[in-house]
């Protein structure tokens, strides 16, 4: 669709515009790449510079969104295998009167007690009071 408005000549494809539009377009999703690549695109323009295509810049949106997924799934296990290493030092040395009950362990429940949902009256029919 890109390529045959080039060749009619469309005005909204000509320059810089469908960079813009793109630009405009992704800024939803992810607005610190659009704000940064909008000053990068207004001063290559400023300066006279060669702009990318649309296609370049489509390409370099994909890799920073590849790259910014890679990262954010990347897992930290040094953290937790040393809160987990504290947790077995502080649990093996504490009295069992001492610990926690197995109750104030569970996240509030839609309800607002702490209990599994499967345990909860309001709903689960089977555990509800006969």
Known sequence: MYIAALKVALLEVQNENPLYDFITAVKGLNPIFAGSYKIALEEKISRNTEIPSIFDLI????NHIRINRAVSRAPSHTAFA????QLLIESSTES?????SRTS?????LCSDRHRYSECSYL?????PS
């Not at 069992?96 to 926690?100: C, D, E, L, Y």
Request: net charge positive.
């Open 124 to 128: 689960n029919i089977h555990a509800r």
């Open 96 to 100: 069992p009167q001492s610990q926690p």
């Open 105 to 109: 362990s569970y996240r509030p429940c």
């Open 59 to 62: 390409e370099t949106f994909r």
């Open 82 to 85: 040393t809160l987990q290493e």
